[in-house]
């Protein structure tokens, strides 16, 4: 815990995920058998959705590096690396964004820059699979996407393009359908709206 503030640091530890093992399995099964494998164990308290507190114990295979003999790492530039940990990077991929080229995903050329948009999809609605695939009659044209921020109770209408900075805000109690077609540019969108088929 004294070293924390040093292990936060990028530019001291540039490179601090692993997220991709190979391993030679004579090498795994030489550790086992020789009792080798000594991994620290990670406290991470969490809250449950119901609101209980709850202690999370994980090992960081990363670490178990130091376990190995001629162990190596391999920095990965972003541009090979799409993590997928939350539906706000799960939009990103399935986004025209990307296109799938012989298992590879790549950044459309029709994307006038490199860089990837910032995504922040609220919690609350959007955490969920299943819930946030419900918010999206088709998922939006991201390719001239800088930065969009979602929050509440919104749902995404069919062919609905975004462009530049968008924020949609629904407040609490409050709902907002992103009509079918709609295009927002730099826009900011708040309070409550409903658009329904008569």
Same mark, same amino acid.
């Given at each position: 815990? %004294?070293?924390?503030? %040093?292990?936060? *640091?990028?530019k001291?530890?540039? /490179?601090?995920?692993?997220?991709n !093992?190979?391993?030679?399995?004579?090498?795994?099964?030489?550790?086992?058998?020789?009792?080798? !494998?000594?991994?620290e164990?990670i406290?991470? +308290?969490?809250?449950?959705?119901?609101g &209980?507190?709850?202690?999370?114990?994980?090992?960081?295979?990363?670490?178990?590096?130091?376990?190995?003999d001629?162990?190596?790492g391999?920095? /990965? +530039?972003?541009?090979?690396?799409? +993590?997928?940990?939350?539906?706000?990077? !799960?939009?990103?991929?399935?986004?025209?964004?990307?296109?799938?080229?012989?298992?590879?995903?790549?950044?459309?050329?029709k994307?006038?820059f490199? *860089? &990837?948009p910032?995504?922040?999809?609220?919690?609350?609605?959007?955490?969920?699979?299943?819930?946030?695939?419900?918010r999206?009659?088709?998922?939006? %044209?991201?390719?001239?996407?800088?930065? !969009?921020?979602v929050?509440?109770?919104? &749902?995404?209408?069919?062919?609905?393009?975004?462009?530049g900075? /968008?924020?949609?805000?629904?407040?609490?109690?409050?709902?907002? %359908?992103?009509?079918?077609?709609?295009?927002?540019?730099?826009?900011?969108?708040?309070?409550?709206?409903?658009?329904?088929?008569?």
């Amino acid at each position: 815990k %004294d070293q924390l503030e %040093d292990f936060m *640091s990028v530019k001291k530890f540039n /490179v601090f995920n692993t997220n991709n !093992l190979w391993i030679s399995m004579p090498a795994i099964q030489r550790i086992m058998k020789n009792d080798l !494998l000594d991994m620290e164990i990670i406290v991470n +308290p969490l809250t449950l959705e119901q609101g &209980t507190n709850v202690y999370q114990l994980v090992t960081a295979i990363g670490a178990a590096m130091k376990c190995f003999d001629n162990a190596v790492g391999l920095n /990965v +530039p972003r541009s090979r690396f799409l +993590p997928v940990k939350k539906t706000s990077d !799960l939009l990103l991929v399935m986004s025209n964004l990307y296109t799938l080229d012989h298992g590879a995903l790549l950044m459309s050329p029709k994307r006038m820059f490199p *860089s &990837t948009p910032l995504v922040k999809l609220g919690n609350k609605h959007f955490k969920i699979f299943s819930e946030y695939l419900s918010r999206f009659g088709s998922i939006p %044209d991201l390719l001239e996407l800088d930065h !969009l921020t979602v929050s509440g109770d919104v &749902t995404f209408g069919k062919g609905v393009s975004l462009k530049g900075t /968008v924020i949609i805000i629904a407040n609490h109690g409050d709902r907002i %359908d992103i009509p079918a077609g709609s295009i927002l540019e730099n826009k900011i969108v708040s309070g409550n709206l409903r658009i329904m088929d008569h």
